[in-house]
């Protein structure tokens, strides 16, 4: 069965630093998330991406982010000067689109990211 | 703005009773209803989900029911088992046109499912 796939798995990095952590969706899906998951809380909405361009993102996701397609496979998120803050897992996901609007959406098994 | 509240944050059954978790949603435009179950360091999986044109739906132990007019949807899980033992996270979208299908989540419940 088709999965969304992230690295790396864990990142650890000093505060101001840039991280960029990478996703490959589904190879037919046609609109892709970012959502972030602070330790034993609930899932949050990042950005959508659809049709090569971001459609809609959330008070999160401020000046310090950015999410790029490079490709026609790969999904980044970039995270130019890292916060103590930022610390939580970040999952891509992935949706095919085919049923309209909404419909499920694919996980990926998350990427850790712990700033020191 | 759009906001899912979900009920109970814990929830502790013996095996074999029934679980049942609720969620209400402020959007009136939202029209999907997926739940989600999440072990422990692992990625979040669809179990079950509803759309809006529909009251009620079972997928074996599994059972989903919304009302739309009060705003809120449950889960059911009868016959619970050990490995039920997780966060369930219920999920709202919407069609609305600035919407791509995200998914607005409520705070989780974690099951724990006592043999």
């Known amino acids: 069965e088709p999965e969304v796939t992230q690295t790396p798995s864990h990142q650890v990095t000093q505060m101001g630093q840039e991280v960029i952590l990478r996703c490959v969706p589904i190879?037919?899906?046609?609109?892709f998330y970012w959502y972030r998951q602070i330790l034993g809380q609930k899932v949050e909405f990042l950005v959508s991406?659809?049709?090569?361009?971001?459609?809609?993102k959330s008070e999160i996701f401020d000046d310090q982010f950015s999410v790029e397609r490079p490709d026609g496979s790969n999904f980044t998120l970039k995270i130019r000067s890292t916060k103590l803050e930022d610390s939580a897992m970040y999952f891509c996901?992935?949706?095919?689109?085919?049923?309209?609007?909404?419909?499920?959406?694919?996980f990926g098994e998350g990427s850790r990211l712990t700033v020191l | 703005g759009e906001n899912v509240e979900q009920h109970p944050s814990t929830l502790s059954v013996q095996e074999g009773d029934s679980a049942v978790i609720k969620c209400t949603y402020s959007?009136?435009?939202?029209?999907?209803f997926p739940w989600y179950k999440q072990e422990l360091g692992k990625r979040p999986q669809l179990i079950i989900d509803?759309?809006?044109?529909?009251g009620e739906k079972k997928d074996q132990r599994i059972a989903v029911t919304l009302n739309k007019t009060a705003k809120h949807f449950s889960l059911h899980i009868t016959e619970t088992q050990p490995e039920d033992s997780a966060v369930y996270f219920c999920?709202?979208?919407?069609?609305?046109?600035?919407?791509?299908?995200?998914?607005?989540f409520g705070q989780g419940t974690t099951l724990q499912v006592k043999p």
């Open positions: 991406f659809y049709n090569n361009e971001i459609s809609e």
């Open positions: 959007d009136s435009a939202s029209n999907y």
């Open positions: 996901a992935s949706r095919s689109g085919h049923r309209g609007r909404t419909g499920e959406l694919f």
């Open positions: 509803i759309r809006s044109n529909v």
């Open positions: 999920a709202a979208s919407t069609t609305r046109s600035s919407n791509t299908g995200k998914l607005i």
């Open positions: 190879s037919n899906h046609l609109y």
